[in-house]
């Protein structure tokens, strides 16, 4: 008897690897038929914090991350997380239920153009109509997800269709093609060779590496490129990790955090007189780039990326397109068969120059990281964050400030160590999701979560699922009960801001409690070391809710000078303003 078309899409995901469908029941006939393959459905409570898990989980694991969701509300939920990994290169696959044909253009319950919905936000979207091809258009979506340029794809799911039967192939299909990169095409050997060139000769040459290193396990090939080469490298913000940020070359974080105190502030001189930029796996866009004013615009580049479209687009380049790691390996190996004596020469100088400013950035910023005061400063609770976690610790970051102060003071110790945040379109609420995706990408890791009181409340109804599925993870909530950057930068653009900045007080250590997961409140910053070292050593979720300083700011160059417009504080929320009329 043939298989129904929800057994044989649950039969192909198996064969591509998944072991579990962030789920919500709906297709109920598919999750009944993945549950029966030996695939776990995760019950999430929102589709957009489920779109986040899964862009965590495939972030961490290199392999996709699959939701499946209702039709209708909650399909439009899914376009936010979708949004994100688009911009951010992180495939994923949504299942999502359909109305019937016969149901179809005329008013079904929950019934939208999902092709239109999801046209912005997908790479790939189709609707099964053929029920003997069901395992045929689960190796498409895959295939489409993780090839190229990766990204999220959508398959379609008519209720009825997923009742039949389904004959399958006549060749039964083998491959798993659940994991990224699918392919790993090489760049024009001709362009490799003049790329090496340039580097060789450079006066002043620099890498500039984003998160398509981590996205093409390219970590211990971008290691070797510039250790061979004596090649200074920065980071974008979602590059970090893949350089050692101890090791003698890195110049850290540069992207825009180039204000007083930032990770690559000391460093700014030699980043400003590069005269050949290497660009790996970076979409050179507005954030990483500090407003494209990052490198001088007279300097040559040389562009390495999977995406044809972003090489050149706001630098005009020597084009290496293709994938990251087959890339650098091209070029560390024509880097070698040139005359290196020129980089060698001057490599002495440069890791001097370059230790010297990581000690003057490190002396600045001491006292912020030891500060006793009360709110607690979050560069202090980096700082205790940053002395006990290791380096195979994995750390995710909300948006915001959340991943400024992740990517801004805590330091990677290993290349390949691993600091989520979420960069591509970084909206609020992808802390906590985030966490849960990491961990059940790497169970045996510890995790923690950074995030703001603002971006916690989108999600707090997920604490319920990580406490429920046993995904133990430490999540630290900065409450200063506001909008702490978006006041900053109201206050900076118009010497006020608007009254949807504050919150009225919440208690998130109690909501923690009251699903279950341990909630500590923490006013003391003598406290916090202790509470977290006792975190990470648990095995349950933990929120480790801290009473922050709500005028700490990022070392973005637009703040500098302007301390004192900056403070200027929030009015009342709307409730207390009705209160007091």
Known sequence: MPDTVAEAVASALVRHGVEFIFGQSNPTALMLAAEDAGIRQLLYRTENAAGAMADAYARVSNRIGVVAAQNGPAATLMVAPMAEALKASIPMLVLVQEVPASQRDRNAFQELDHFALFAGVAKWVRRLDDPDRAAEYIDLAMIAANSGRPGPVVLLLAKDMLLLPSRGPDVARRQDLGTFP?????????????????????????????????????????????????????????????VDETGPLSLGVAANLLGRNGPATAHRDLIAKADVVLLVGTRTNENGTDAWSLTAPGATYIHVDIDGTEVGRNYEALRLVGD?????????????????????????????????????????????????????????????????????????????????????????????????????????GWGLPFAIGAKLAR????????????????????????????????????????LAMQRHGENLGFGRSTTGIRFVEVDHAAVARSVGAQGHRIDDPDAFGPALEQALASDQVTVLEVISNADAFAPLRIFDGQEARLEIPAGPHAAARRQGA
């Open 443 to 482: 169970p045996g890791a510890r995790v923690v979560g950074l995030v703001g009181d603002g971006g916690f409340a989108h999600v707090w109804g997920e604490l319920e699922m990580a406490v429920r599925e046993g995904v133990a993870l430490t999540l630290i909530v900065l409450n200063n009960s506001q």
């Open 182 to 242: 699918l392919d790993r095409p090489r760049p024009d050997g001709h362009s490799v060779e003049r790329a090496a060139e340039l580097l060789a000769n450079a006066t002043s040459p620099l890498v500039i590496a984003g998160g398509g290193v981590h996205t093409a396990q390219a970590v211990e090939a971008l290691d070797r490129l510039i250790t061979i080469g004596c090649l200074p490298v920065a980071t974008t913000n979602m590059g970090k990790g893949v």
């Open 324 to 428: 990251a790691r087959a890339a650098i390996q091209d070029l560390t190996a024509a880097l070698q068969r040139r005359d290196l004596s020129k980089r060698r020469d001057k490599a002495g100088a440069l890791i001097a120059e370059i230790a010297a400013a990581r000690q003057i950035r490190a002396d600045a910023i001491a006292p912020q990281m030891q500060a006793d005061t009360r709110p607690i400063l979050p560069q202090r609770l980096m700082g205790e964050l940053d002395r006990l976690i290791g380096p195979d610790d994995i750390v995710v970051a909300d948006a915001s400030y959340s991943s400024v102060w992740v990517t801004g003071y805590l330091t990677t110790r290993r290349a390949g160590q691993r600091f989520l945040t979420p960069r591509g379109l970084a909206g609020l």
